[in-house]
Structures are given as structure tokens and as C-alpha cells.
């Protein structure tokens, strides 16, 4: 299943498995930690935490949730930054894979995390943001049925520790100039042939034979020869969107779970898009196989044709994407945190 991201205070979040940005005394404390245990019932998981007594940095334990809206709460305990020289990244990354072997561990088939060591631990938002993508990616392509969800609870968290935030920003500035200017001058060329038709045709004068021919209603045969055109035309119909998906992940030597994973998709969702020559995706999902598949923008705007879509620079969401894609920039995940940023709906699908 995809890993998405949402705003959300984690407390509030539906999942089998909360994770609690954790202390190593397990111990109630502030942010994250504190909201959970209130929600949970502060001396409830007061209790359960203390009976197991202390978590290493980098390690996460196992408490039932009480009356947080999940079965179980993982306790994870992140490094504290002091640098970046002190083995920071590498702790982080052995908390999320404890955390990950946690709910492989307990069966759960949801897990919804904040961005651990993130907040009083002081570790720099877009490295822990990177570390936080980087293993639910690594861990999605092994557990096809876990759905992993970061919970944030601010956008501009993610919007500001992206270090092409400001190109994006610009990028978007643009394209909406450049749409406005390009709706004026069509406007201005609009009322261009509005005043040249009123300087070179008479309505009220008689009309001519052509212009009467041309009002005429089509004749039988006429008729006839459209449909015989229009049938044609649908008997030589260009390959579906999924034909051509299949021949491009042949073409490029992918199989189906490289592409699946790739594009933040389940198996189930593209058992049906293979299994069906006639699907129609929604644009997020045809824009993330296109991503998947590492298509140049001609080619990603061939394909979405295929399902009677495409790109413009008439919406943020087509912006974004655009800009990733002219930059060579293929990371779903990477795409989806600066759709969440300017909120954007995310590419993959449940």
C-alpha cells in the first residue's frame, strides 16, 4: 500500500499501530509524547511504560493504545542531534526500522508516525524528512500490504525543509503568470476578429448562396458519409492507457513490482489497470506511472492522453509535477511531499 502524508494531530489518526516520538525513560513528556499519553490516558500508559522500564536510542517497545484510536502504540526513541557527526542519521534509521519491525511483528496492517527527532530533539526537518521517506520507501517495497502514513501538523513543516522550496515556488509563480498573459492575449485576439467580422460582414444585408449553403441542413447522404468516417475512425483507435502502460514497462525490462512500488501504488490497484485494457485511471494515478516509468514530459503527456488526460499549467497540482519531471526528478514520494506542501492531491491510490 502507498505511504501517504497527512495533517493531522497524531493522537487523532486511525491506524492499528501510533508511534510515540518517545524518550528513553518511556516516560510522559511534551509534543508528541505528551499529546499521545493524554489522549491515551496518561496514567494508563503511564503504567504500561514503566513496566518495561527504559528504550535504547534507536530501538522502539510495544504498549496496547488505551483510548487512542488504534490497537497498539509503538514507542520509538530518535536520536538527539548534536551536529550531525555523532552517528544521528544512522539512529534514526535503526529507530524506523525498529519501528517497521514492530508492526510486522504485532500483524498490523496500518502504522501512522510523526517525523521522529524532528521537534525538542532538535535533528534539521528536511534531513529527517529525507530519513523518514528514504526507509517507509524501503520497507513499502518488502510489505506490499502495509499502509504508512506521516503525520504532520503543519504543511509549511514540509513546504519549508524542501531545498527546491523556493524554485518550486518561483516555478509556480511563473506558470500562472504566464497563463494569465496567454488568456489576455487571447482575449485581445478574440476582439481583434469580433471588430474585423463587423468590419467585413453585413448581417443585415441579404445573404449569399454560400452563406445560405453552409446554414443548410446536412443532407441524408451526408449524414451517411459521417458515420461511415466516424466508424472508421473508432475501428483504428489508438492503444488504451493500459496497453501502452504494459508496452512501456516491457520496453524499459520493469516488472510489475518495480513499477507498482515505484509509483506509490497498490497491487491491488494495478492488478485492475493491467487486468482491464479499457481502465481509466485518475490523473494522480496515470501521472505517478508515468513518474514510475521515468518519462520525459512529451512522453508522460502521451501516455495520460491515452486516458483522456493531460497536463497544464492551469492547476498547481500539473505545475508541480511538471517541474519534477523537466528536471529529471523521479521520486514519487519526493513529488507527493511538494504536492502536500501547497495541498495538492498526493499521486497512488489505496
Partial sequence: MPFSIVRNDIARVSADALVNAANTRLAYGGGVCGALFDAAGRAEMARACEAIGRC???????????RLPARWCIHAVGPIWRGGACG??????????????????????????????????????????AVAREEAAAFLAAHDGIAVTLVVF?????????????EIAAYID????????????????????????????????????ALLDAAAPPSAHAGACDEAALGEELAHLDAS???????????????????YH????????????????????TKPTAVALAIALELSLAETQNLLGRAGLTLSRASKFDVIVRFFIERGIYDVLRVNEALFAYDQPLMGSL
Wanted: a neutral charge; proline letters at 4%; glycine letters at 4%.
Fill in 88 to 129: 544521528e542519521e544512522e539512529a534514526l534509521r535503526r529507530c524506523y526500522r525498529a519501528v517497521f519491525a514492530r508492526v510486522v511483528e504485532l500483524g498490523a496492517r496500518s502504522v501512522a508516525f510523526p517525523l521522529i527527532s524532528a521537534g525538542i530533539y532538535g535533528y534539521p526537518v528536511p534531513q529527517a524528512l
Fill in 154 to 166: 503543519d504543511r509549511a513543516v514540509v513546504r519549508e525543509s524542501d531545498a527546491l522550496a523556493a
Fill in 174 to 209: 511563473d506558470a500562472y503568470v504566464e497563463r494569465r498573459l496567454q488568456s489576455r492575449s487571447r482575449t485581445a485576439e478574440r476582439e481583434r476578429e469580433v471588430a474585423w467580422a463587423g468590419d467585413t460582414i453585413d448581417f443585415c444585408a441579404a445573404p449569399s448562396a
Fill in 56 to 66: 535504547a536510542t534507536g530501538d522502539a517497545v510495544v504498549t496496547p493504545a488505551f
Fill in 262 to 281: 515505484r509509483a506509490n501504488l497498490s497491487r491491488q490497484l494495478f492488478s485492475k489497470i493491467r487486468g482491464n485494457a479499457a481502465y481509466r485511471p
Fill in 241 to 259: 492507457f493500459s496497453e501502452t502502460l504494459l508496452a512501456l514497462i516491457d520496453a524499459r525490462g520493469l516488472t510489475d513490482a518495480e513499477v
